[in-house]
């Protein structure tokens, strides 16, 4: 258990340091090759909180797509940052008060892995008890997913598909009409 | 023990990498750094499945290892040839 809070410590540090490379960076395509990893550490780091789904997603969309979307748009515009004409006290100020709220959020919710957590206590019980018999689907992930949150995942894929057309629209013009 | 042992090595090699992709003179170095990232990161979820007692990260780790090329092609590919979709000729641009 410790051997794995220590991995932890070592993956948050390489993402603290990688993030601030990224922001020394002056050459933006070396920045964006960084951005590659930046996720694969964040991906390891979902791992280890065996969140392997979440995982999987930021692997593929962060060191796959996104890369791929950034190096795209260097191709349209010049490669190297331009300096700034002023310091940006602003953006460093909503930047501050964002991560304090943010901080602020997360001090009241439970811990990870907490066994007296709401969840634990009584939702997983009894989704385990009554939902076969509930649903009359075997599989309890697939009876939440399909039925529970039917609605959440139904808003789910409407996103996702909003998203696909959007994507064919804009990058499907390349077809010739006869 | 050894497989503890192999995780934390796997970490150090990737802070290794790290620092190559920082440093890097040229960028063929960046380009091979975060490529070995990747190799390295395969190798870190399989040995912490079998840390953790769950070799069933294997079959994670295989799939990792088949996205891993895709950004390393397209880097490589904008670097060749400055656009990610060369090879088209004036006149097919104008039938777009």
Redesign the interface.
Known sequence: MTIEIFIDILLLFMLLLTALFIQRMKNLFSAVILTGIFSLLSASLFLTMDAVDVSFTEASVGAGIATLLFLGTLAQTSSTESRPQRLPVMALVVVSLTGLMLIYGISDIPSFGDPGNPVQTYLSPRFIEVSPREIGIPNMVTSVLASYRGYDTLGEVTVIFTACVGVLLMLGRGRKRS | MII?AT??AI?IA??I??VR??L?PT?YD??L??NL??TI?VL??SM?GF??GRPD?LD?AL??AL??F??TI??LK?FEY???SPGRTPEQER??
Do not use: P, Q
Request: without cysteine.
């Open positions: 503890t995780t934390i970490v990737m802070a990498a790290l992709a920082y890097g960028t960046r380009i750094a975060v990232f990747g990161t870190f979820i912490f840390m953790t990260f994670i799939v990792y996205i891993n895709i950004a397209a880097v904008f400055g656009d990610l039938d777009i």
